[in-house]
């Protein structure tokens, strides 16, 4: 079996594996990579002909955000994917078009048809049940979104387990990702690959997010926690409403805007991928964690209410690139009551990744911002550290040999390499396995 790379070889974005064996094959995740400009899988639209199956792991874009394209070439290979990432694929997906096609020098590289065939066409697997592709495909939970996928490839000689995103915490909705499976070789996402990649426990982040939130409520000023639609959106709101209702916060207005919406009520109708606790709320009594009394969600006409009193705002974009926490930025970020709070991942040159660097004057989309208001940022990642990703590759049975990707930094590398067969791969090579 042969694998190559064209995406997500020491980059984060873009993730396209490709794992074939003569007529046989399966690409692993499709992905884009959102930036400044979008970035494609490096793969020519003829070796793209051959692909005859796709599984995607998660929803976000940086893995699936490359299949409509695929479709626009007129290839419609198999896909494969859990409910929950077919789900939040249409609100992501739908997202992409809009935003790609209101840009006004990009051409034409996909129709809203072909990301409608790609939703109709995807076929939706259970975890832990194995499938038929041209290999035997099994998918194992990630622990990282809702419906986030492990993929364990077997063609009958050697299994080849790809991680996707992984988490290994559990989370306020989710269980963490299965450990101790069997496998030969190793594709793993490197995220925090640096030996400083650190987090800190949910709880102590959480804590902290809490002192600001408190400080900044008791001031009379308004909090803003930009944040992805899909993710530590719903990972933060219900941290919100649990902190709310046991007293730790004062009773305020939280309000949820943009995608979210959208994704809270995806993540609420597949609660049955949530965590015993979720669950256990849901079905035992009439107390809703996704549709917490707590919970408002302001129209455009009603955007200007919002700010009348202090309150809690869990907006997009999550790294300030556009999207309703524009229209918040402007109107409270020159005040210096107010917060903003980050709690996701900053991809560098971001808006977002600015202001954390201590920018106060910002430009978002011909529009001059000040920003006078305090500027936190909280730890909360769905992605496991950098001890984590040790814990978990160790934890895999029968491994020998391990290619890093989705990340920048190899540490991983040198920590592993006494043990196993380890290769930080370069785009558009391919390996043999
Ligand atoms: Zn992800
Ligand atoms: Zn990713």
Do not use: W
């Amino acid at each position: 079996m042969r694998i190559t790379f064209y995406g997500g070889a020491q980059e984060v974005g873009r993730a396209a594996v490709l794992l074939d064996e003569g007529p046989r094959n399966v690409m692993l995740d499709c992905g884009i990579k959102l930036g400044e400009k979008t970035e494609y899988p490096l793969i020519h639209d003829d070796e793209l002909k051959r692909i005859k199956n796709i599984t995607i792991s998660h929803a976000h874009l940086d893995h699936s955000g490359y299949l409509p394209h695929v479709y626009a070439k007129r290839n419609q290979p198999r896909i494969f994917l859990t409910k929950p990432t077919r789900d939040l694929m249409s609100v992501l997906l739908a997202d992409y078009y809009r935003i790609h096609h209101g840009e006004r020098e990009q051409r034409k590289l996909f129709s809203s048809g072909d990301v409608e065939r790609v939703l109709q066409d995807a076929r939706m697997q259970e975890y832990r049940e194995t499938f038929n592709s041209d290999f035997k495909i099994t998918f194992h939970e990630a622990g990282h979104i809702m419906g986030s996928a492990m993929t364990m490839v077997d063609n009958g000689r050697k299994k080849v387990l790809f991680s996707g995103d992984i988490c290994m915490r559990k989370t306020r909705v989710l269980d963490p990702c299965e450990r101790g499976l069997h496998a030969d070789v190793l594709i793993v996402e490197s995220t925090y690959g640096a030996k400083t990649d650190i987090l800190p426990s949910y709880k102590d982040s959480y804590q902290k997010m809490i002192k600001i939130i408190r400080e900044t409520l008791d001031k009379g000023g308004h909090v803003i926690i930009p944040s992805f639609a899909v993710g530590r959106a719903q990972e933060v709101l219900l941290a919100l409403d649990d902190y709310m209702r046991s007293g730790a916060l004062p009773q305020t207005r939280i309000y949820i805007e943009g995608m979210i919406t959208k994704a809270m009520k995806i993540y609420r109708h597949n609660a049955i991928y949530a965590n015993d606790d979720i669950k256990r709320r849901i079905l035992m009594s009439e107390d809703d964690p996704f549709n917490s009394p707590n919970f408002h969600h302001p129209r455009s006409k009603t955007r200007e209410d919002v700010l009348k009193e202090p309150c809690i705002i869990v907006t997009t974009s999550g790294m300030l690139s556009g999207g309703p926490v524009l229209f918040y930025l402007e109107k409270l970020a020159g005040d210096p009551k107010n917060a903003i709070v980050f709690v996701g991942y900053q991809a560098e040159g971001t808006t977002g990744s600015k202001v954390i660097a201590g920018e106060r004057q910002i430009r978002i989309k011909d529009k001059e911002i000040k920003i006078n208001c305090r500027v936190e940022r909280i730890r909360l990642s769905g992605h496991a550290d950098f001890n984590e990703l040790l814990q978990f590759v160790k934890g895999v049975k029968g491994l020998k040999k391990v290619f890093l990707m989705h990340g920048e930094k190899t540490d991983l590398k040198d920590a592993l390499e006494n043990q196993y067969e380890l290769v930080v791969p370069r785009l558009l090579d391919t390996y043999s396995i």
